[in-house]
T-cell receptor, first 114, second 113 residues
Framework: GAGVSQSPSNKVTEKGKDVELRCDPI?????LYWYRQSLGQGLEFLIY????????KSGLPSDRFSAERTGGSVSTLTIQRTQQEDSAVYLC????????????FGPGTRLLVL | GDSVTQMEGPVTLSEEAFLTINCTYT??????LFWYVQYPGEGLQLLLK?????DKGSNKGFEATYRKETTSFHLEKGSVQVSDSAVYFC????????????FGTGTRLQVTL
């Protein structure tokens, strides 16, 4: 596609439910990144993929958060047993290869946990 | 750890005013430095970057110079327009390591007529 796409654009869920957030990177981009943008914490790195493997998961805040990438393309970020502090905008970015300077960002998924 | 500090916003300017948004960083290595911009309702976009000391990044009339001695990367524009109203993020990425970007908290710029 023309750019990074994310779905859904907005998600409202109840505390304790699981959610899945999807990211479609730019076609041909091998590196994919997840970030979280929240009022209290600013923009934080969560995890990045090179191909289907995740060399750096250091930003995942707890074991309730997991992510996978299949076929070197689409990635899914899963949050289990959501908490109110998980409310944030989840941003996905991609770059041609890991280490390339320019990361292209998607529009984000706004998650609200009630 | 590595970190980026930006001036608090919001910054409110009249059209054609001079803009400076301060950014300083702390890094254990030799980072590349970036400014990203987020226009209302849109995703983050790369505005400019600099990869080594004394490099100047520029785009759309914005400039920032990588100052190693002061660990700074201040964003400047000589004459802002209403269309520049957005949130600006300073960020760093360490060279030769994991590819994550470390962001500042963002500075909201509001330009009025």
């Amino acid at each position: 596609g023309a750019g990074v796409s994310q779905s859904p654009s907005n998600k409202v869920t109840e505390k304790g439910k699981d959610v899945e957030l999807r990211c479609d990177p730019i076609s041909g981009h091998t590196a994919l990144y997840w970030y979280r943008q929240s009022l209290g914490q600013g923009l934080e790195f969560l995890i990045y993929f090179q191909g289907n493997s995740a060399p750096d998961k250091s930003g995942l805040p707890s074991d309730r958060f997991s992510a996978e990438r299949t076929g070197g393309s689409v990635s899914t970020l899963t949050i289990q047993r959501t908490q109110q502090e998980d409310s944030a905008v989840y941003l996905c970015a991609s770059s041609l290869i890991a280490g390339e300077e320019t990361q292209y960002f998607g529009p984000g998924t706004r998650l609200l946990v009630l | 750890g590595d970190s980026v500090t930006q001036m608090e916003g919001p910054v409110t300017l009249s059209e054609e005013a001079f803009l400076t948004i301060n950014c300083t960083y702390t890094a254990t290595g030799y980072p590349s430095l970036f400014w990203y911009v987020q226009y209302p309702g849109e995703g983050l976009q790369l505005l400019l970057k600099a990869t080594k000391a004394d490099d100047k990044g520029s785009n759309k009339g914005f400039e920032a110079t990588y100052r190693k001695e002061t660990t700074s990367f201040h964003l400047e524009k000589g004459s802002v327009q209403v269309s520049d109203s957005a949130v600006y993020f300073c960020a760093l990425r360490l060279t030769g390591t994991a590819s994550k970007l470390t962001f500042g908290t963002g500075t909201r710029l509001q330009v009025t007529l």
